[in-house]
C-alpha cells in the first residue's frame, strides 16, 4: 500500500557489511529489511527498499551507523596531514601502545612524511613565545600541496591556553582551500595526544563518512523534502550531519539510543546485551564511560558503558596455540563472512549455527549448501591436526557449540551489573534462549524490537 | 573441555586488573599477569607466606607488600582474597591483586626507611573493614598520604570482584578440580618446553658489571627443554639487593619475552627454570636489605644477563632492546615533586607534556625518535632551581654483545654545562639544579 502521507520517517542502522531499514509511520512499522552491502550499495539498496514498500516521501531520516569501523583494519591517515609544534613530530607516535600480541608497538594514525613542524610555542601558562611567521605558514602550504594533502589537523602544544598561533595557521589553510581540523579541549580531557588521535580519526574518517553521507543523500533525494538530508545520531545522541568533530562518536550513537529507550522501557535497572548479525555486546544503559581504548590508544570518547563480549558472531574457528580447536581472538567479520554464506574460507562462530538461520533477513538470503559441506570438511581438517581430536564432525559441532556458549555465559556472569537483561539484535531469537538455561538466575528477556526501533521513539523525540 | 579453558576462564575474570593471579590454595599460580612482568612468579610466595599463619574465609581480605614474600617495590601493594575453599578433590582458589598507590623514588640503606612495610595483614573480616589495623597503618611515619582512603576504594572493588566471582560460580559452576589442575599444568610446562626446544640447546656464561661495584655472573643451559641458570660467582650487594623470588621473576620475565610465551604464566610453565644463586649474593637478599635498587636495577641487569645468554645459544641476531626504565624525581622549592618513569618500548599512557608543563616549571623542548638507531632522545629545562635524583641504568657503559647482534646503548641522563656541552650523568644519583638547565634523557631500544 502505497503511504503518500510525509509523516513517515526512516530510520537506518549501518553496520560495517548490513543496512538495516526501518520506515514508521506514528511510531508503528511500516516496512523493514536488512541487505548486506555486497549486494545492494546503499542507493540501489534504499531505491529497492522503497519500491518494495510503496512508500513515496517521507519527512527525515536517522542514521545510526557503525560504518566507519570497516575502515579501522586499514591504514588510517590518508590524506590528513598534521602540523604540529616543531621538536614534538615523534611525540604522538612515541606514545602509541604495544601489540603485545606481537611485541610491537602500533603503527601510528598519521604517516610521518604528513606530519609537518610549525616553529612556534605558547607556553603552559599561554604566553606565545614564539609566534608562528608568514614565511613558514608559506611554505607549510607550499609542501602540503606537494603532498596532495586535503585534510590538515593542526596540534600545537598549549593551543587551549592562547589559540592565537593555531587560528593563524587555520585561517591561512582555510584560504588555500584546505579542510582544517583542531582539537577540541575539553577540561575532563587534558591529554594532548588523547585528543590529538581524536582529531585525526575525524579527519581520517572524513572522507569514507562523507561518502557514504552521498551515496545515502542521493538515495534518498526522491523521498526527502527537497533540501533535507538524513541526520545521524551521536554517543551524546544528538543528530548531526556535517560537523566533523562528531564523525568518530557516530560509532556509539545506536548504544545511546538504545539505553535511552529501554532504560525507559523497564522500571527495573537493566543490562541490555545485543545480540546483532555483526556484534555481541554488553551494556549498562545507566552507566556511561569516558575512555574508548581504541586500536591507537585511549581516546577521550564518552558513551554508554560497552563491554564487547569474548566471542562475536564472526570469530574464527581455529587451532589455538596450544594446539586445541577453539576460537582466535579475531572476528572476521562479514567480507567473506563465514562460510556457509558462500564465499568465507574460515570457519566462524555463526557457521556453527548454520542451520538456525534460515529465518533471519540479510543472511539467509546468502545461504549456499556447498559453503555448509566446505565448512564441514574445513571442520573435519582442523579436528584432524589438533592435539586432542574428536571422532568426528558430529561431535565436533556440538562440543565447539558447547565451548561457544559456555564462554558467552562466562563472560556475560562476568560483566553483568544487574540481573535483568534484555536481549536484542537479530542473532537474539538464537542465542537467548541457550544462555538463558545456562544462567538461570539472571533474567533474560528477548525484545524484537531491531536495532532501529527507537529511532523515532516518541520519548526520544526531543532529544534528537 | 579443553586444556586450556582453565587459562581462559582466569583470563576473563582477570581481564579488568593489570596485575593479578589466580592461585589454587595448593599455591599453584593457574593464571598471572602483571605489567612489572617479573612480579609474576612471586603470587605464590604471597600465598604462601600469608597463610601459613593466617587463616582466611573466603570474601576476606589481606594485605602485604612485603618484598621478602613475593612483594616488589613498596609503593606496590598486593590483596589477596580467598575466592573459595578447598573441598574434596577440588583445591581452594584465591584471587590476588597488586595495586600501586603513590609511586616515588624512595632509596635508603635499609629496607624499613624505603617507606612502610606491611607483612601479611588481614584488613576485612566479617564484612568490615578492620579500621584499627588501618588506622595504625596510616599514622605510620613513612604511611603515604591518602592511603587510608584508597585503601577503602580498593577494599570495595575486591568486594565488587568477590560477588562477580560467586554469582559466576553460582551461574556458570566454573570449577576446577585438582585433576584438571594438575592436567592443566602439565599441559603447560609440556607446552613450554616445546617451545623451547624449537630453538638450539646449549650453555653460555655472561658477566655484567653494575656501576654499583655488583658483578652478576651467570651460567645458563638449555638442554631438554629446560633452562638452569647459575648464578654462582655473583658477588655480594652493595648498593642492589634482590630478593630471590624477584630473581626468579627476572629470569622468567626474558625467557617467556625470548620464546614469545607470554600467552602462558602459571606454576606449570614456570616450573621450567631452575635459579641458583648463592645464599651470599646480592640476587639472594635477606631483610633488612634495602630493596627499590635491586627491583630496579637489579632486575634489568638480571634480564639483560639472560637475555644475552639466550641470544648466544641460539644464535639469535634479533636485535636486543634495552631492560631498563629510567626513573627519576624533580624536587622544587615549596613541595612540588614530579615522579616520571620512562622506557623507548611503552611510554605510560598517561604521561601528558601539556599536563606536566601545567604542573610543574618545566618546558619540554624536544623529543626525537631514531627508528634506525632504536634511540628516543627528549629534552627539556628547569623554570626553577630543583633537586633531581635518578635511577637510570645499571651501568653507563655500552654491553658486550654476542657475535651477530648489537647490544643496546644504556640508558642516560644528561645535563648542559656552562659551556653549552651536554654531560652525562652517573647511572645512579642525586643534584641540585639551577634554573634554566636543560636535561635530556636518552632511551634505546626503541620499538619499531
Not at chain 1, 243 to 270: C, F, P
Not at chain 2, 327 to 336: C, H, I, L, R, T
Request: net charge neutral; hydrophobic share 40%; glycine share 6%.
Amino acid at each position: 500500500m502505497a503511504q503518500a502521507k510525509t509523516d513517515v520517517n526512516l530510520a537506518l542502522y549501518i553496520g560495517e557489511s548490513f543496512v538495516e531499514a526501518h520506515l514508521f509511520h506514528n511510531q508503528k512499522s511500516l516496512h523493514f529489511n536488512r541487505w548486506h552491502l555486497d549486494k545492494e550499495g546503499f542507493k540501489s539498496g534504499l531505491q529497492k527498499f522503497f519500491l518494495e514498500s510503496g512508500v513515496k516521501t517521507i519527512s527525515k531520516a536517522i542514521v545510526a551507523s557503525r560504518f566507519i569501523e570497516k575502515i579501522f583494519s586499514y591504514r588510517l591517515g590518508g590524506s590528513v596531514a598534521t602540523l604540529t609544534t616543531k621538536g614534538f613530530e615523534s611525540w604522538p607516535s612515541a606514545r602509541q601502545p604495544i601489540n603485545l600480541a606481537i611485541n610491537q608497538k602500533v603503527g601510528p594514525l598519521s604517516s610521518i612524511e604528513l606530519v609537518f613542524a610549525v616553529d612556534e610555542r605558547c607556553t603552559a601558562q599561554g604566553e606565545i613565545s614564539k609566534e608562528v611567521s608568514d614565511e613558514e605558514i608559506a611554505e607549510l602550504v607550499e609542501k602540503l600541496r606537494q603532498k596532495q594533502a586535503k585534510r590538515i589537523c593542526i596540534h600545537l602544544l598549549n593551543a587551549h591556553k592562547n589559540p592565537h598561533n593555531q587560528n593563524k595557521l587555520k585561517e591561512a589553510l582555510l584560504k588555500e582551500n584546505f579542510e582544517i581540523f583542531v582539537p577540541t579541549f575539553d577540561s575532563e580531557n587534558t591529554d594532548e595526544v588523547s585528543r590529538w588521535r581524536k582529531n585525526i580519526l575525524n579527519a581520517s574518517l572524513s572522507g569514507t563518512f562523507e561518502e557514504v553521507q552521498a551515496e545515502l543523500n542521493e538515495g534518498l533525494k526522491d523521498f526527502l523534502p527537497e533540501g533535507q538530508r538524513a541526520s545521524f545520531i551521536s554517543a551524546e545522541a544528538a543528530a548531526f550531519d556535517k560537523e566533523s568533530d562528531q564523525r568518530l562518536s557516530s560509532l556509539w550513537g545506536s548504544y545511546s539510543v538504545w539505553a535511552h529507550n529501554l532504560k525507559r522501557q523497564y522500571s527495573d535497572k537493566i543490562d541490555i546485551l545485543y545480540l546483532g548479525l555483526e556484534q555481541f555486546c554488553l551494556l549498562n544503559p545507566e552507566k556511561k564511560i569516558q575512555i574508548w581504548k581504541s586500536p591507537w590508544g585511549e581516546v577521550h570518547a564518552p558513551q554508554v558503558q560497552n563491554h564487547l563480549l569474548c566471542l562475536q558472531p564472526t570469530t574464527a574457528i581455529e587451532i589455538s596455540p596450544w594446539g586445541e580447536l577453539s576460537f582466535s581472538q579475531a572476528a572476521l567479520g562479514y567480507e567473506p563472512g563465514p562460510m556457509f554464506m558462500g564465499r568465507g574460507q574460515i570457519p566462524t562462530l555463526l557457521d556453527l549455527w548454520e542451520d538456525k538461520t534460515s529465518t533471519i533477513k540479510g543472511i539467509a538470503e546468502r545461504y549456499s549448501a556447498q559453503g555448509v559441506q566446505k565448512f564441514r570438511n574445513q571442520l573435519l581438517a582442523l579436528n584432524k591436526t589438533s592435539s586432542q581430536q574428536l571422532d568426528s564432525v558430529e561431535s565436533t559441532l556440538p562440543h565447539l557449540r558447547q565451548l561457544a556458549l559456555h564462554k558467552l555465559t562466562v563472560d556475560i556472569a562476568l560483566r553483568a551489573e544487574n540481573t535483568k537483561i534484555i536481549c536484542m539484535g537479530a542473532l537474539a531469537p538464537l542465542f537467548a534462549p541457550e544462555l538463558k538455561k545456562r544462567i538461570p538466575q539472571l533474567q533474560f528477556e528477548l525484545t524484537l524490537e531491531t536495532e532501529t526501533s527507537f529511532l523515532f521513539s516518541k520519548e526520544y523525540d526531543h532529544v534528537i | 573441555m579443553l586444556s586450556s579453558w582453565i587459562h581462559e576462564f582466569a583470563e576473563l575474570f582477570l581481564r579488568t586488573e593489570k596485575c593479578a593471579a589466580l592461585v589454587s590454595s595448593d599455591g599453584d599460580i593457574i593464571h598471572a599477569k602483571s605489567d612489572l612482568a617479573f612480579e609474576v612468579t612471586g603470587f605464590k610466595n604471597i600465598v604462601d607466606t600469608s597463610l601459613k599463619y593466617i587463616a582466611l574465609l573466603p570474601g576476606e581480605i589481606l594485605i602485604t607488600n612485603d618484598p621478602y614474600g613475593g612483594g616488589s617495590f613498596l609503593h606496590r601493594y598486593a590483596f589477596l582474597v580467598p575466592l573459595t575453599q578447598a573441598e574434596g578433590s577440588q583445591p581452594g582458589l584465591l584471587l590476588c591483586v597488586r595495586r600501586e598507590f603513590t609511586p616515588g623514588l624512595n632509596i635508603s640503606d635499609k629496607l624499613d626507611y624505603e617507606g612502610l612495610r606491611i607483612p601479611p595483614t588481614p584488613i576485612f573480616q566479617n564484612g568490615q573493614l578492620i579500621t584499627p589495623i588501618v588506622e595504625a597503618m596510616s599514622m605510620h611515619p613513612l604511611c603515604p598520604q591518602g592511603f587510608n582512603l584508597w585503601l577503602q576504594k580498593i577494599v570495595s572493588d575486591l568486594n565488587r570482584l568477590y560477588a562477580k566471582w560467586n554469582q559466576t560460580e553460582k551461574n556458570c559452576k566454573p570449577q576446577i578440580s585438582a585433576m584438571e589442575l594438575k592436567k592443566f599444568l602439565a599441559f603447560s610446562r609440556r607446552f613450554t618446553t616445546e617451545r623451547i626446544l624449537e630453538k638450539a640447546q646449549g650453555e653460555a656464561r655472561h658477566e655484567v658489571r653494575l656501576d654499583s661495584h655488583e658483578v652478576l655472573k651467570l651460567h645458563l643451559e638449555i638442554n631438554n627443554g629446560l633452562i638452569r641458570a647459575d648464578f654462582s660467582g655473583t658477588s655480594a650487594g652493595i648498593k642492589n639487593h634482590l630478593p630471590d623470588l624477584a630473581t626468579f621473576g627476572a629470569c622468567y620475565e626474558a625467557l617467556a619475552s625470548f620464546y614469545n610465551l607470554n600467552c602462558l604464566k602459571n606454576s606449570g610453565s614456570f616450573s621450567v627454570l631452575q635459579v641458583t644463586k648463592p645464599l651470599s649474593c646480592f640476587l639472594n637478599a635477606k631483610y633488612p636489605a634495602p630493596t627499590y635498587q635491586g627491583f630496579q636495577i637489579g632486575v634489568a641487569a638480571v634480564r639483560m644477563a639472560m637475555t644475552l645468554a639466550l641470544h648466544q645459544i641460539v644464535k639469535s641476531t634479533q636485535a636486543i632492546l634495552t631492560e631498563t626504565d629510567l626513573k627519576m624525581e624533580m624536587s622544587f622549592p615549596g613541595g612540588a615533586r614530579w615522579f616520571s618513569s620512562w622506557s623507548a618500548q611503552s611510554f605510560n599512557e598517561d604521561l601528558s607534556l601539556e599536563r606536566i608543563e601545567s604542573q610543574y616549571p618545566i618546558q619540554f623542548i624536544r623529543l626525537e625518535k631514531n627508528i634506525d638507531k632504536a634511540h628516543l632522545e627528549l629534552e627539556f629545562k628547569t623554570l626553577a632551581a630543583c633537586q633531581i635524583r635518578w635511577l637510570s641504568d645499571f651501568t653507563k657503559y655500552p654491553l658486550k654483545a654476542p657475535r651477530g647482534s648489537k647490544a643496546p646503548e644504556p640508558t642516560l641522563i644528561e645535563t648542559m654545562s656552562d659551556k653549552g656541552e651536554w654531560t652525562s650523568l652517573l647511572s645512579q644519583g642525586n643534584t641540585d639544579l639551577a634554573p634554566g638547565t636543560s636535561l635530556r634523557i636518552n632511551l634505546w631500544g626503541l620499538f619499531a
